[in-house]
């Protein structure tokens, strides 16, 4: 079966589907891969789960190896994971639905032993989350999966405006496949607790 893939204006070459299992590059049991008309409905209608994957390197009949995906839960979350090119997740953001729009409150980074070999999250020797309120509050996390330590540090007085994202028209995937989303400058203004 050739997989159905959607050329956007933006330039990205998808998939999509209702969802999927990242360890087999193929939709969950029960679920298929969706047509572009399937797709736009779904996701306009807000009903249940959207998952989207990249799919520039796909060979025609299945995945190969994506970039990123994310899943959309009616207007309420959108979670996007970015991959190496060994499979790993080295990226996780989490947008949650406030009034109308989107607000970036999690991200997560993971290092692994190598990039040659694919691992899961478990396998990761370092995580590095950030957490984000509405409120300007949050806090940062930095485990060593090594040595089993974590280190965090909370904050709060944060301007977030550049965390707030409007909910993108069909197709308009940029805003969830930017890998650089929720990484804060190092002078970033905030009040350490």
Do not use: C
Request: proline fraction near 5%; charged fraction near 20%.
């Amino acid at each position: 079966m050739t997989l159905p893939v959607h050329h956007t204006d933006q330039g990205w070459i998808v998939a999509y589907t209702g969802r999927w299992v990242e360890s087999t590059l193929r939709p969950f049991p029960g679920e298929s891969w969706l047509t572009v008309d399937e797709a736009r409905q779904r996701y306009e209608s807000e009903l249940g789960v959207f998952e989207t994957v990249e799919a520039s390197t796909s060979n025609g009949t299945e995945l190969t190896a994506p970039r990123w995906v994310f899943g959309a839960t009616r207007r309420e979350m959108i979670r996007t994971q970015f991959f190496n090119q060994a499979l790993s997740i080295i990226a996780s953001i989490t947008y949650t639905g406030h009034d109308g729009q989107l607000f970036l409150n999690q991200r997560s980074d993971y290092e692994y032993p190598d990039a040659q070999t694919r691992y899961t999250r478990s396998n990761a020797t370092q995580i590095v989350s950030s957490y984000y309120k509405t409120d300007g509050t949050g806090y940062f996390d930095v485990r060593d999966n090594t040595t089993r330590q974590t280190q965090s540090t909370a904050f709060k007085d944060a301007d977030f405006s550049s965390l707030w994202f409007d909910w993108p028209a069909f197709g308009d995937w940029d805003v969830f496949a930017n890998p650089e989303n929720g990484i804060l400058p190092r002078d970033f203004p905030m009040t350490p607790l």
